[in-house]
């Protein structure tokens, strides 16, 4: 089964891709290793704080530059600067002979974070101190035309599936790399390291840990979500509701159905009726949707669901294609951004 959804991304299960670094390397030596260290301790989260925009924690920033990759020396572009933390972080570890370009498309949260990283020494048309730090007022669409190719890309919000600015892409030196968080409608994640190539073609990896976390099942029913009995009723051996919890399955789901969206809740036929745990997948588009029960161990699981779009359908038959095919591991996926086309391929 090929899937493509209307921007473009289409889903194809051709022979596994070998194994590719997911970026584990980077930071290994002592030596760039005590370099992040020393990055996160000269920069103070607390002071990035301050208005709409807060900063990502420490740890799963470190994750991302870890990924990232950027050493002393390097030409960083990020696209959206946000808080102004990840910029400052990036600062300390290229150093006095690195650059680092941050664009962000809102104007009051661009000069928020040109001030903080002027106060803190480091922007480049301000003051004293690395003063590496260049923030530019800009739409994620409009990549900045370097002087010289960038060694490392950041997209530090996350990006929709299939639309990586391939700006970013030509712009950066074969060898370098960029890193983005991959979303849609129904996931956001996995932060996924591409590694640019001669030909001008990024291929990623993911890092299937960087999944979003899934919220608790509400103990209380969304009486709001009543079931309906004009509504089309069936059943399958599938689980579907807990299988989406981990996140290739959620992951695979979320390619091959677009524009879908999920979320776990309990519903009831009425406000002392009987309560459904299970998955609420709607189209926005269409107003379609369907709710699947979670399994009780038992091989019933009742599907309920309405609209022009049979969601539950679509997201079953996901489920049946990717198990088909032995469920290959999030981290053994190949992504693809090049001038004509971006894809992902799951191999077999």
């Not at 959804?5 to 970026?23: E, F, K, W």
Request: proline share 7%; net charge negative.
């Amino acid at each position: 089964m090929a899937t493509q959804d209307g921007i473009g991304v289409a889903v194809t299960h051709l022979r596994m891709a070998a194994a590719r670094t997911n970026g584990t390397e980077v930071g290994a030596d002592a030596h760039t290793g005590a370099r992040y260290e020393a990055a996160f301790a000269a920069v103070d989260r607390e002071d990035f704080t301050a208005g709409p925009q807060q900063p990502p924690s420490a740890a799963t920033l470190e994750r991302v530059l870890r990924l990232l990759g950027a050493r002393s020396g390097d030409r960083v572009l990020e696209i959206g600067t946000g808080s102004g933390y990840p910029a400052a972080v990036l600062s300390e570890i290229v150093g006095r002979h690195g650059d680092v370009v941050t664009t962000e498309a809102d104007v009051d949260v661009a000069s928020q974070a040109r001030e903080r990283l002027i106060t803190s020494g480091r922007e480049c048309r301000y003051g004293t101190g690395l003063i590496n730090v260049t923030v530019l007022r800009r739409e994620p669409s409009d990549v900045p035309a370097p002087p010289q190719l960038w060694d490392r890309v950041l997209l530090s919000t996350p990006v929709p599936l299939g639309r990586v600015p391939y700006a970013a892409v030509a712009g950066t030196r074969p060898g370098g790399v960029l890193v983005a968080r991959l979303s849609t409608e129904f996931t956001i994640g996995p932060l996924v390291r591409f590694d640019v190539g001669p030909d001008g073609i990024a291929t990623g990896t993911a890092d299937a840990t960087s999944m979003e976390r899934i919220t608790p099942v509400p103990t209380e029913p969304s009486r709001s979500r009543a079931v309906l009995t004009d509504v089309d009723v069936s059943h399958t051996t599938i689980d579907v509701a807990n299988l989406v919890r981990h996140p290739a399955w959620r992951c695979a789901a979320a390619v091959a159905v677009p524009s879908c969206r999920y979320q776990d809740v309990v519903i009831a036929e009425d406000r002392s009726g009987p309560t459904r745990p299970g998955l609420m997948l709607t189209d926005p588009m269409t107003s379609s949707w369907a709710h699947i029960e979670h399994g009780d161990g038992s091989d019933h699981v009742t599907v309920r669901q309405a609209g022009p779009r049979l969601l539950a359908d679509e997201v079953l038959a996901a489920v049946r294609w990717y198990a088909d095919r032995g469920a290959p591991p999030l981290e053994s996926w190949t992504w693809e951004v090049g001038p004509d086309r971006q894809c992902v391929t799951i191999g077999e």
